[in-house]
């Protein structure tokens, strides 16, 4: 890996080997006739500046005529900027010129640390990588950090992410942290993340090859920050790598189906409907999908009440390699690593018995229950939790229980700093 070593004030737009991207804000779909559709534009995106609107039909993309293919759309979502898209549209039954200007998004910043936007080599493709650190020469201990599921990017030039939050937290406190963008995310190369490459494999290929990057330099420790669905894929990481502890949080036990029905079960009884008959309903339809090998398609070509049930933030394929995931054993291939399970009150997405049942699966892990929800802000119950992520309440701020727990479990396996 090659760090690419910028001052925080200078101009990583320009000087990064691999090019920051520019998005439009749209989003695409087919129709019928195999025309290229305009299925959502972004809020303040380069697309809506340009005038496009929701339901325009592609007819033409710089002079080529338009197809509603993945490989015809995908250079109209992100490209190295600055750069342009010439479109014609036809709405209306009228055609109209749109020209969208991709422009690189602005880079994190942050006075008292260092921010670094580097690239690593992943299956013949580069991954955008973001590092943050304290001020000073080093080494400092450092966090690979395993995201949640979803094909969103990790980048937070706004600071408005509950994550990237407690990653910076941690960087005051003395760490170095690691962020790895997924496959064709933000500035990443690669296959779309949200395709049938998109699987869990790859993915952890991804962070191995992180972590053999930062072993190959001074470092005061390796660990491992597994979030969400990221906790799944803490143990695959770290098998055949020495990192001295790992750290999950909104963790789960057993398979994706489990997961996910009781997911809906919370959420249901928290909207006041019938909580068993709503997982019930979910469960059928999910036992299509991973048990039975469906796809999506085809199970809600079958049970059109399956419609919106079967479909998550990350592939099939990706959901279907963490059903059939045997979590236990996984855990079992890095013995001797200490393990902190975190788990919030305040989670409605995964639940106490999920995280009880992992420490318990665990050799000597330690479970510890914070004042927080999934995302590691301040909300002690899942009834705040949820009014938060609906917009009916302010969201609360940084849980600065799980930064003080993170940081001082990490620091008693970190070797000591040498005296200057």
Partial sequence: MRW????????LLCLAELPRLGASGLVFTGNEKGELVVAQVRRGSAAELAGVRQGDIVAEADGVAARATPEFARPLLRRPAPSEAVLTLRRDSQLHRAVVRFAAPPAEAQADLVIEYGEIQVDGHRRRTLRTAPLGPGPFPV????????????????????VVQLL?????????????????????????CYSDQGGMAQEVRGYQAALAGLAAKPHRGLFLLGHSAGSTLAPLVAEGHTVQAIAVSGAMSGTFLDYAAGMRYREAGLAGRDPK??????RACLERLLREKQTPAQVEAAHPNCKGKVRFDSPHVFTADWHALDLVAAWRRV?????????????????????RNLAKSIAGARLRILPMDHGFRAHATAR?????????AQPKPLAREAVEEIAKFFGKFATPA???
Avoid: M, N, W
């Fill in 335 to 355: 013995p001797r690593t200490p393990v902190l399970v975190l788990h919030g009150q305040g989670d409605f997405v995964t639940s106490e018995a999920l995280s």
């Fill in 384 to 392: 705040e939790a949820l009014d938060a992520e609906q917009g009916k």
């Fill in 4 to 11: 690419l070593l910028l001052p925080l004030i200078s101009s």
């Fill in 168 to 192: 910076y937290a941690l960087s005051r406190k003395g760490f170095a942290t690691l962020r790895v963008e997924k496959t064709g995310v933000g500035d990443s190369e690669g296959p779309p």
């Fill in 143 to 162: 966090i690979l950090f395993l995201p949640g599921s979803g094909c969103g990017t990790q980048e937070s030039a706004s600071g408005s992410s509950s």
């Fill in 277 to 282: 008959a709503s997982a019930a309903e979910h």
């Fill in 418 to 420: 040498k005296p200057a």
